[in-house]
């Protein structure tokens, strides 16, 4: 709990605030944007591009007390806080309300156009091993505190249920709180505020790209940036595009590096493929280590995925049982999931851009060599729109058919999606426009012979699609494989 005072003098102090009508001792026991969740006493935040005024009506039906927004409601008959960046004022008053829990724990933020969900999931199931509890995590594909256990469907929260993340974490007992950060987190200030104790780059390239998201390039590597600005010790991919921009914008801190050479403070090697996963050597020539690790997922980037959790935990000071234990326990549904039937293998992947297509296809062409690759897959509608030709030209040119279709068209046609990609594969004659995905998936599935390797890109597990604004109902990829080869 807080009160109106202590709010209206950070928003001062952060020189936010424009214009306010409160009592100071108006006590706040909620915080909310969401007018379907609001309590009595709630500080309410009219915010986001879908608003609208019957949503602050609502709010006052359940009890909200004081409003804050951008601009003033002459007919609402409220105490109010007028801001100059609701954005912000949202992520300064969540992080009081909830008590600045993040400063209570070791927080860790992953960021990177590809492979954020794995490297979450990796260090989060060696921290429960070590820790032998259940550590909380933000990511892709779930919000979990220990408290609240949801899916989740933004890469990182909003403000206030970031800042509800940590206390939750917190008021369960956690140490540590492992999470994905987007370059939305700082694009839209979900973030603002919080220090991190590590964070981890993975990797980058051109993504993102358009009216809704980032202008240029250059923006969306200057929020990615943001996170090891905002933390206390940086861990980064060497082999990395821009690598040398990201490491000089983190001088004055602690910097660690990952990598496939000695140049790097941890580098793999001696790399053995599994009937499932891969055995491989990390070491560190500064911290004279070397250890043999082995993980159960395929995908040969996922050996890059596993070294960035062993760099960070290795600093944390875990052993290397619980390493082992818990690189062996990640398992991320969706993401290079193999099933096989009849001599027919399909792999479901979460691959929806740039590098995760070109990582996904260098690593099928050296673990499936002299297969015919099958690719069902699309690209999201209403923004990213540079995936559409990286759609055309990876895929296409690592395919023998492709099956283009429906991935989350928003308020675009899907076939027009499709059109547009299909003008950048080069060979016309081996791909066909299949707008319904369920019928694609199952379509691949049913046409295939013995021999073949069927790729289903984009969704992995994901029940919906993303139509409107709205979440349609979807079988989900994962189902549909399974369900046609019988598992």
Known sequence: MTTAQKVIKLLEDKKILREQKCNDDTKIEFVSCDSRSVKPNTIFFCKGKHYKPEYLTQAINEGATIYVSEEKFEDVDLQYIIVNDIQKAMAIVAAEFYEYSFKDLITTGITGTKGKTTVT????????????SDTPLSCTIRYYTGITDEPAHNTTPEPIDLQRFFYEAKKNGAKYATMEISSQSYKRDRAYGVTFDNGIFINIVEDHISNVEHPTFEDYLHCKIELL????????????DYFDVV???????EILTYGTDKTATYYYTNVKKLEKGFEFDAISEKFNYNHRFKIN?????????????ITLTKQLGVDDDSIQRGLLKTYVKGRMDAYERDGVTVI??????????????????????????????????????????????????NSDYIYITALDPQDEKVEDICKDIALHIKDKSKYEIVPDRKTAVEKAITNAKPGDLIVIMGKGEETYQVVNGELEKYESDLAIVKR???Y
């Open 297 to 309: 997922m395929l995908g040969r980037f996922n050996i890059e995925n596993a070294l960035a959790a």
């Open 121 to 132: 999931m990796f260090i989060k199931n060696i921290l429960d091993e070590y820790t032998k």
């Open 247 to 253: 490491y000089s914008e983190c001088k004055g801190k």
């Open 229 to 240: 600005k905002n933390s206390k010790r940086a861990i980064i991919n060497k082999n990395m």
């Open 348 to 397: 479901v992947d979460y691959a929806h851009n740039r590098l995760s297509y070109t990582k996904l296809y260098e690593s099928l062409k050296l673990d499936y060599p002299d297969k015919r690759i099958i690719s069902v897959g699309g690209t999201h509608g209403s923004k990213a729109y540079n995936r559409r030709k990286d759609f055309g030209e990876i895929v296409g040119d």
């Open 484 to 486: 046609m080869l019988k």
